[in-house]
C-alpha cells in the first residue's frame, strides 16, 4: 500500500503545489502518492500561480496539471502525512481534526528541517519572483528530508 503525503497551504496555488511537484520528483510514484491543498476556498479548481508554475519549471517541474482544491476533515482519513506550510495553517487544519490521531498526522514542513522552531514558509503571493525561488529553496530542503523518511518507512 502506497504512503499518501498532503501538502497544504492556504489558497493551493503557491507553496503547497510547490511542494506537491518538489516531492513528487524526489519518490517512487509506485510508493507514494503526493497531492496538495488548500485551507481556503479561494482558487478551488484554479491552476498553481504562474510564478510558481515558472519556478517549478526553472527547477525542472511541471505543476502545471494541478488545480486548486480545499482541506477537509476526510483528508485525515486519506493521508498518512499532512504537511502544512505555516503555524495559521496549522491551526486551521488542527481545528478541523476530530482525535489525536488526526493531530498526530499534522506537521510544519519546516520542522523537517527546523525541528520545533515552528519555522513558517513565507507565502510569496504578494511578492516578487524573488520570493517564489526562495520558497523553492525551503521547500526542496524540506522535500529532500521527507523523502528520506519516507524511503526508509517502506
Known amino acids: 500500500m502506497k504512503t499518501r503525503v498532503l501538502m497544504v497551504c492556504l489558497g ?4 503547497s503545489p510547490l511542494a506537491e511537484g518538489i516531492l513528487k520528483s524526489k519518490v517512487d510514484p509506485n510508493k507514494v502518492y503526493i497531492e496538495s491543498a488548500g485551507t481556503g476556498d479561494y482558487h478551488i479548481d484554479d491552476s498553481p500561480d504562474p510564478r510558481s508554475i515558472a519556478v517549478g519549471k526553472r527547477h525542472g517541474l ?3 496539471d494541478q488545480r486548486g482544491r480545499q482541506f477537509s476533515p476526510e483528508d485525515f482519513d486519506r493521508f498518512d502525512h ?3 506550510m505555516d503555524t495559521f495553517n496549522y491551526a ?3 481545528s478541523l481534526a476530530r482525535n489525536e490521531e488526526d493531530k498526530r498526522k499534522v506537521k ?3 520542522d523537517e528541517v527546523f ?3 515552528k519555522v513558517d514558509v513565507p507565502d510569496p503571493y504578494h511578492g516578487g ?6 520558497v523553492y529553496e525551503m521547500l526542496n530542503e524540506a522535500c ?3 523523502a528520506s523518511k519516507l524511503e526508509k518507512e517502506k
Open 12 to 15: 493551493n496555488i503557491c507553496r
Open 129 to 134: 519572483e524573488h520570493g517564489f525561488e526562495n
Open 108 to 110: 510544519l514542513i519546516l
Open 92 to 94: 486551521d487544519v488542527i
Open 144 to 146: 529532500e528530508m521527507i
Open 62 to 64: 511541471d505543476i502545471t
Open 115 to 117: 525541528p520545533g522552531e
Open 82 to 84: 499532512i504537511y502544512v
